[in-house]
């Protein structure tokens, strides 16, 4: 079992940056990548970035060259930093832990940009 706790969300200007955390308990030696992905109202829940184990990333198009993903095994925990933020990066952001046999959801934390 894994169980992912996230923070950091909040309402931020357009132009702005946030710190995404999503901090991982349980079986963390079972995770072979975690990622964050996000859900706006009325859309389906689309892939934001990925970190793998061995410390490869991953990035959507839309958020390549503004959002970072990073890690620090020590704490088991997973951060995205979100710069030049836009009114279209609201969403609800979730964290996921991928497993050899199961994936792992967090409870979301809201990200609203708005001026």
């Known amino acids: 079992q894994v169980q992912l706790v996230e923070s950091g969300g909040g309402l931020v200007q357009p132009g702005g940056s946030l710190r995404l955390a999503c901090a991982a308990s349980?079986?963390?030696?079972?995770?072979?990548?975690m990622g964050w992905y996000r859900q706006a109202p009325g859309k389906t829940r689309e892939w934001v970035a990925t970190?793998?184990?061995?410390?490869?990333?991953g990035y959507a198009d839309s958020v390549k060259g503004r959002f970072t993903i990073s890690r620090d095994k020590v704490k088991g925990t997973v951060y995205l930093q979100m710069n030049s933020l836009r009114p279209e990066d609201t969403a609800v952001y979730y964290c996921?832990?991928?497993?050899?046999?199961?994936?792992?959801w967090g409870q979301g934390t809201q990200v609203t940009v708005s001026s």
């Open positions: 996921k832990a991928d497993t050899t046999r199961y994936d792992y």
């Open positions: 349980g079986s963390i030696f079972s995770i072979n990548a």
């Open positions: 970190i793998t184990s061995s410390g490869s990333t």
